[in-house]
């Protein structure tokens, strides 16, 4: 509507001044914004120029922003046009956030599309890669994906609309370029009408894309478990399906995990438990029966103290109620392993509350020699997930109590007890 206020991506370009005038005329009320990305020299500096003059001429308010995007290639390790991309979008959506726009639009035609269609075939990225651009995308405008490039430029010559073009279109080097000059024009003489034959394939492939998100919808019911913070995915029902593939990357790709890692976690399945992956935000275990998806945290390795035996102490994630009295004829020792009996004349304050580590021992109640918790966890049938959120309680150095689990042997209640120190979690 044209109401809305518009952000137009604007590199100087046919499209792009194309895209910002063909707008203009209809009534929109647009700003403009230009990403100098210091690749080529004093044109990309010319072309700075050129947005500035133009739309100080319309009246149209312009950002600019600059990059070093060659260093911003070498530090994430990606290509000069995937740091290019990522760094502009990364700018145009800040602008729109900040400035309340209400969408953002971009020049992106119909040749564009094509070529993005070969680079994601090359890359693999599989059939989401290969639907074709949307007009509109939430916020995001792609008004000219119907034209050619050649057009464009026509209703430019055709309207006295200035345009710059960029040198390095015409550098093979770059991939894009590389489809555009050596792969489409063959394409083209195979099949004079292969503009229009890929503008109908992008429309089935989409057709086909949604009626796979529906059935994908339904699968992650099924194969989609939430227990507390983290999810499970039976292995049983992945194994067995016969695009597992498939079907473990669309449940996975939303947390951020690749093809790549999707095949390994597979393998996994024919071997051992305990196997983990890592996405950026993400860490998935494979346990025993069930693939465990869960938040990277920063491991909880701080140390919490309890100065005394009376009141409510928060521990990290964990918060226990403590009070300490003494023996009389009523008291009745506790079986539930959410709130534990010590004897409190046992106890040495502040107790140290911490997770467990490799090489931890204790004297298991009713035991006269220590265990290893790695070897008391197996006996318990914990899961990798499920050791890693233990916490331990300790007196001096010695373990009083696996948190939820079993106290200290040493710590009990006996007989001679006077005083109790009752834990509750």
């Known amino acids: 509507m044209p109401d809305q206020r518009i952000l137009v991506a604007l590199s100087g370009g046919a499209d792009s001044m194309a895209l910002l005038n063909a707008l203009l005329m209809l009534g929109y009320n647009c700003e403009a914004a230009h990403c100098n990305f210091h690749l080529r020299g004093d044109e990309s500096d010319e072309d700075e120029r050129f947005v500035t003059d133009y739309c100080r001429e319309k009246q149209v308010p312009l950002h600019i922003k600059h990059f070093d995007t060659q260093e911003e290639s070498r530090q994430k390790g990606i290509s000069i046009e995937m740091a290019a991309r990522e760094l502009r979008y990364q700018w145009f959506w800040e602008l729109v956030e900040k400035m309340g726009f209400h969408r953002l639009a971009t020049g992106h035609h119909g040749d564009d599309m094509i070529e993005t269609f070969f680079l994601n ?19 995001l405008l792609r008004p000219l994906l119907a034209f050619r490039r050649e057009e464009i430029e026509k209703w430019c010559f055709q309207n006295q609309i200035p345009f710059r073009t960029d040198s390095s279109n015409l550098d093979t080097a770059y991939q894009r370029n590389f489809i555009r000059h050596n792969i489409l024009p063959e394409m083209e003489k195979l099949n004079p009408s292969f503009f229009s034959t ?17 059935h994908m919808e339904e699968l992650k019911h099924q194969l989609l478990a939430r227990e507390g913070e983290h999810m499970l995915i039976p292995i049983r029902l992945i194994r067995e399906h016969p695009q597992r593939e498939v079907v473990l990357f669309e449940i996975l790709r939303p947390y951020g995990f690749n093809g790549a890692t999707i095949s390994e976690i597979i393998e996994s399945f024919e071997g051992i438990p305990g196997k ?45 109620r403590l009070k300490q009295y003494e023996v009389n004829k009523d ?18 304050f502040p107790l140290k509350v911490r997770r467990w580590h490799q090489g931890d021992l204790f004297r298991p109640l009713g035991m006269e020699k220590f265990k290893k918790l790695s070897d008391f966890f197996v006996d318990e049938k914990l899961s990798r997930v499920e050791k890693e959120k233990v916490w331990l309680l300790l007196s001096g150095e010695d373990i009083a109590w696996v948190v939820g689990y079993r106290i200290d042997d040493r710590f009990k209640v006996t007989k001679t007890t006077k005083n109790i120190l009752e834990i509750r979690i």
Not at 130 to 137: I, P, Q, S, T, V
Not at 198 to 214: A, E, G, S, T
């Open 121 to 139: 075939l090359a890359r693999g990225t599989g059939v989401r890669g290969l639907r074709g651009m949307r007009e509109c995308n939430e916020a």
């Open 198 to 214: 890929m503008q109908r394939n992008f429309k089935n492939i989409d057709d086909v894309w949604q009626v796979f998100l529906n």
């Open 276 to 320: 983990q992956f890592f996405s950026q935000n993400y860490r998935l275990v494979r346990d025993r029966y069930n693939l465990i998806l869960l938040p990277r945290d920063t491991e909880e390795a701080e140390v919490f103290y309890i100065e005394n035996g009376q009141g409510e102490v928060l521990t990290g994630s964990l918060s226990l």
């Open 331 to 348: 008291f009745k020792f506790s079986r539930d392993p959410q709130c534990i009996h010590l004897d409190a004349d046992c106890i040495d």
